[in-house]
Structure formats: C-alpha cells, structure tokens
C-alpha cells in the first residue's frame, strides 16, 4: 500500500508513490528501505521481503518515474545521470524519512537494493554518513565514472554500520573492480564491511545474501 505517501522536491521522481508492507509503521521495531532495480517496480523488493520471514519489520519502497533511477549506466560521469539522480536521492531521503516519522530510530533502518536500486542504495548511504541499520548492496557498487574519488573517513563516519556488496564475479553490468572499489571506501568510512564475490550467480538475488539480511535483521530485532 502507499497509504497517500509519494516523493518530494521538483524533480524527475518528485509525485512518486512510496509503497509499505510489512509491521504497521507504529509498531515497527526496524525497517528496509528496498529500492527496485532498472525496469522493475517496487513490488519486486517486497516480493523479496515476502522470503525473510521476520515479524516486526516495516517495509518502505519508493518507485522511480518511468521505473528507472537515472538514465544512463552507474559507470557514467555523475552529471551524465543528472537530474534524474539527485531526484532519486531524495526518493531514498523520503523513504529514509517515513521509517523516522514513525519512531524508528536511523540506527534500525536497513536501506537496501537490488542493480540500480543497490547503486543508489550505495551512493545515499555513503554521501550521507551515520549509523544506520545497514547496507545491503545487491549486485550494486557506488555511482560515478573510472577514476572516481569518494570521501575519506576524515569526512565523515558510518560509525560500523554493517555494509554488504554481493554480486557476480563477470556480472555483465557491474564490474568486479567497482564492487571492490565501494567495499573500500566503505571501509575506509568505518562501515563494518561484508564483501562476496559469486562464481555463477548471474543477475541475481541468492540465498546467501538473503541469509545476511535475515542475519542483520535479527540483530536489529534483539
């Protein structure tokens, strides 16, 4: 249900729908904020939420305009994707907002996705340092073409927010230097860093990324 909810600002995804399933949002004990990847809608992460299996949990999916994030690859210079990438940002920054509104601490939130959701994932929580629930990057590394640089640890701190970069070793979108690349920097923001690799996964969700998850959330719900 979207229960009236929809991103703001003025831009490319300003109007959207922001979906929630799960725990009521005031009895909620922690939340995931799940963003859908390129083409898909947000009925495709809560589909995935649907297999945890855990009670107490509020989930938060926004939609992108047109069911897409940002035009053009992850690997593209950041002002290739503009303005559509500040516009989905600000999608994460509502959806962050909804589980806050509802009395769930930042520490409690889980923001996760899958492809281009995960890339964004990544970028939000990066650029917006604190301790969260978690990061859970599926298929999915930090936005920004070769040669990209990302702020140090001297910036700011995740303060060992548990971060998790699952993908494909010969994915097809997302190249193996970049998932090694955003676990760095990760790490070097002081994120508690889970970085896995897969020989023949494909473009995917499997079970072991989903059993971190579950795993995060448990430590969430204690």
Known sequence: ?????TVGGDGPHAGQPIETAGAPKRAAETAIVLLHGRGA????MLDLADELGR???AYVAPEAYHNTWYPNSFMA???????HLDSALRAVDDAVGVALDAGIPLGKVLVGGFSQG???ASEYVYRNPERYGGLAALSGGLIGADGTT???????????TPAFFGCDDTDPHIPESRVHESAAAYRERGA????RLYDDLGHQVNDD????IRETLDDLLD
């Open 1 to 5: 249900m979207t229960d009236g909810l």
């Open 55 to 57: 009670s107490g949990v």
């Open 192 to 195: 508690d860093v889970t970085e």
């Open 150 to 160: 990302w702020p140090d640890a001297a910036d700011a701190s995740l303060e060992g």
């Open 41 to 44: 809608r947000p009925g495709s």
């Open 77 to 83: 210079d950041r002002q290739a994707n503009q303005s």
């Open 118 to 120: 995960a890339c964004l």
């Open 209 to 212: 990324e989903m059993a971190w």
